[in-house]
């Protein structure tokens, strides 16, 4: 018979080691990082990035921070793409953890609610007829990609309203929404007359990290910073959500507030990434998974380890796309499938204890 | 200090669909009470009601004597909690941590050493602390039950509501689980509503009944006023003749004859089809 300080202490453990396998996630994020500030085309060792990141971070100590090339090198290119990369797939998994939890479904991704073609219509108009509706001056593609999330947040928000707030209507609205955004973007595209402007929007959709600037990095890093936040702070009524709506009122959580909540989060969350970065996918909807083979389905531990788990997946792509057939660098997209899907089913296949239904 | 449940004059239909129409009850403090009436009589219908949620007009739920409409989610949730039909829950967790979820009432972010010995006291009070860290859709569904009543105790309520919670259970859980709520309610400290199916075991373990039928309150009072041959025969449309077993209770049984619309003997109608 198990005695009620034997539970006690089992589960204090099974906490303890959530916990541990979040920190060794972590762990493995801090040397991908290492590694990849010292890979590139050009190439300043990590001995060499190190006075020059001190330097930068704490001027007062006066640091010697080396060479002027070594300089340019690790803190204009290097450090940029890797702060952004660790923000967006913090951001991403994030958002699609929060999203698979309180619309109870699996296959959901931080782009259920149609705003990666939202994003990606909003982009187009800006780079085919430099339109925009806001005046956003140098941040005109930025701005629009940003303002076009909310709109269809919006409107999958309205709609759900509208006919009574299930978790089946977002899903559904979301994917209208969706597909409704991608035909005004091949309408654009079609339409275009310029070639080039074509390419530049099919180049925009796939996504990427080489666009990364220390001024995107000020904008969207604060905001994925307090999202994450709140986010984690929703872990409890989330958890309550998975057991379903009535269970979840009858615990005093109103789950129609909760979901819109969840909905606005990963909506600015998604939104102010995938606006400097382009369509990066498959980060945010198998982190989550990972994070669940890993510790389980306790929201309190799977939202931080779904985050540092993207965080992870992001880097370690976005570094090997660009090393792989260096100096040509491959769309991080492209990387993070390709090395994530076997994984996961490595994952899939050698674990026995079903962890979703 | 348990509290007196007053129904008021309560209707409710979905969309248009009238489900349950001028409802009256009360319900005594420390008192057992059960709800029958056949498939879409508004027995699950009346439970959410009273639970708030779905929600009704003004005055028709009354918690000793205050309207319930007035209380929030939170408030509601400490005085009452809920047992429902069946339980799944997309991304399964262990016994433990669905059982500590019926703290939410009382927590926000940390859960503190006083929670945790609330859970593990109540999955010891139902005989499954073995189960507490298996993972809850792997176990048998009288198991599962048990582990959701052990939620629904964690958030402490005065007012306890199980919908069917025996429908789907072998004899022997059937007999336990109501053997539990009856002893709920021996300290008159909480009342426990609960709907059912199965007449004889609403007969033998609770103090009191309300047979719904068609969303109306046909008969209440006790079992042996309520389980009559003819209320039998008008709320569900068969002959039974009543007993009075070694129990002390009425005991229904069911008579099977022709004369109410459905056939007895069923048989394949064999070579039509050849």
Known sequence: ?357 | MALKLTINKLSFDYTGIQVLKDVEMSVDIGETLSIVGPNGSGKSTLLKCINRILKTKQNTVLIDGKDANKLNLKEVSKIMSYVPQNSTSTFPYTVFDVVLMGRKPYVHWSLSDRDNDIVVDMLDFLGISHLALRHFNELSGGEQQKVIIARALTQQPQILLLDEPTSSLDIRHQLEIMCILRSLTQSKERSVIVSMHDLNMASRFTDRMIMLKQGCIFAAGTPETVLTEENIEAVYGIKSSISYSAIGKPQITPLVTEAYGFRTNYRLIEGKHE
């Open chain 1, 1 to 357: 018979m198990t005695t009620n300080d034997e539970i006690k202490k089992l589960y204090g453990k099974g906490k303890k080691r959530k916990i541990l396998a979040i920190f060794s996630v972590f762990l493995a994020l801090i040397i991908t990082a290492m590694v990849s500030i010292s890979i590139g085309a050009a190439s300043p060792s990590l001995l060499q990035a190190i006075p020059v990141i001190l330097s930068k971070l704490f001027p007062f100590l006066h640091i010697n921070p080396g060479s002027r090339l070594a300089q340019l090198i690790i803190w204009n290119i290097r450090l940029p793409r890797l702060v952004l990369a660790i923000i967006a797939g913090a951001g991403l998994a994030g958002a699609g953890c929060t999203m698979q939890g309180v619309l109870r479904n699996p296959l959901v991704s931080s782009y259920v609610l149609g705003i990666s073609s939202a994003a990606g219509f909003g982009a187009a108009l800006a780079i085919v007829f430099g339109v925009s509706i806001l005046p956003f001056g140098r941040f005109l593609l930025v701005g629009n990609a940003f303002v076009f999330c909310l709109i269809a947040m919006i409107i999958v928000y309205a709609i759900a309203r509208l006919s009574g707030m299930t978790i089946q209507t977002v899903i559904l609205a979301g994917v209208a929404v969706g597909f409704l955004f991608s035909a005004l973007i091949s309408t654009i595209q079609y339409l275009s007359n310029s070639q080039n402007a074509v390419n530049a929007v099919v180049f925009w959709l796939m996504g990427g990290l080489y666009t990364a600037t220390w001024q995107g990095i000020e904008i969207c890093g604060p905001i994925v910073a307090v999202v994450i936040i709140l986010m984690m702070l929703q872990s409890w009524n989330i958890n309550i959500m998975t057991m379903g709506e009535d269970v979840a009122l009858s615990l005093g959580v109103n789950s129609k507030r909760v979901l819109a909540i969840n909905m606005v989060l990963e909506t600015v969350a998604t939104a102010s990434i995938i606006a400097f970065t382009g369509i990066i996918g498959f980060v945010d909807l198998i982190s989550p998974h990972i994070g669940r083979m890993l510790l389980g389905n306790d929201h309190r531990f799977l939202i931080p380890c779904s985050i540092v788990i993207g965080s992870f997946m992001l880097l370690a792509s976005d570094t090997v796309a660009r090393m792989v057939i260096s100096p040509v660098e491959l769309p991080v997209g492209i990387v993070t499938s390709l090395l994530g899907v076997p994984f996961f089913i490595y994952l899939l296949i050698s674990k026995r204890r079903q962890v979703w239904r």
